[in-house]
């Protein structure tokens, strides 16, 4: 997705910790055969080169470089690891904020974090960011207003539980949502969902955190995902699955 995808591509996953799955590899060979752009993101800039390697000659896998805000408290030393390898990396997650109350404590550090992670991917220009927003929306608005212009940076809201105001102020910065089944679950979020413009969806997997049947759903879950998405919009599967791949092209095309 460095480029864009082939035309062999059928789903998207945004979002999924390939890296997380005991058989990594594998599941890089299965994106592939099952025609699953997927994005795999890390969580520490440690993990960016191993999974890079590991993808090196997968089609539609691409690897995000990424310091996630659970793991600030622990890793925040390793900015200048991040610094050092952006150059190489078009994708960039997950990154963000996260105000839960287990990792609230480290809020203050997450945020000078993620300013400098915006500030240079804005002066590198035309990265493209996977964005975690928990319990954090309005700041990381703040954040991505203040030190990543439009026109330096695309945006990716993940798994996205902001207010319908917040939906509608990210929408008019031209970012994106990438929608996971547990998202769907939710009357509220069904609903922001169904107000969102078709031409800003994607679908994501956030797995091996989201189960089915208690097992870590794999990227082509994604399937299931459109068809769901399809009915909470009132278009066919048909349609929606088009336009989110015809999305994933203009995000990457840009």
Request: charged residues 25%; proline residues 5%; glycine residues 4%.
């Amino acid at each position: 997705m460095s480029e864009p995808p082939s035309k062999r591509a059928r789903w998207v996953d945004f979002h999924c910790h390939l890296d997380l799955y005991s058989d990594h590899a594998e599941l890089i060979a299965e994106c592939d055969r099952e025609r699953v752009a997927t994005l795999a993101v890390t969580t520490t800039p440690k993990a960016w080169k191993r999974n890079r390697e590991l993808a090196t000659d997968a089609v539609l896998v691409r690897v995000a470089l990424g310091l996630h805000p659970q793991l600030v408290a622990e890793r925040a030393a390793e900015i200048g690891l991040f610094e050092s390898l952006l150059p190489d990396a078009r994708y960039v997650g997950e990154v963000g904020l996260d105000a839960s109350p287990r990792f609230y404590r480290s809020f203050d550090a997450q945020e000078h974090v993620f300013e400098r992670i915006l500030r240079m991917c804005a002066e590198q220009g035309n990265k493209i960011l996977t964005v975690h927003s928990v319990r954090a929306v309005s700041k990381v608005l703040q954040h991505l207003e203040r030190a990543l212009p439009t026109d330096r940076g695309h945006v990716v809201l993940h798994w996205f539980t902001g207010s319908a105001s917040e939906a509608r102020r990210a929408v008019d910065r031209g970012y994106y949502f990438s929608v996971n089944s547990e998202m769907l679950k939710s009357p509220k979020h069904r609903a922001l969902v169904e107000q969102l413009p078709a031409d800003r969806l994607l679908t994501e997997t956030d797995g091996p955190f989201v189960l089915s049947e208690g097992v870590p759903v794999r990227p082509l879950a994604v399937a299931e995902t459109v068809v769901e998405l399809a009915t909470v919009r009132g278009v066919s599967p048909h349609d929606m699955e088009a336009q989110i791949l015809a999305n994933l092209l203009t995000l990457v095309s840009q």
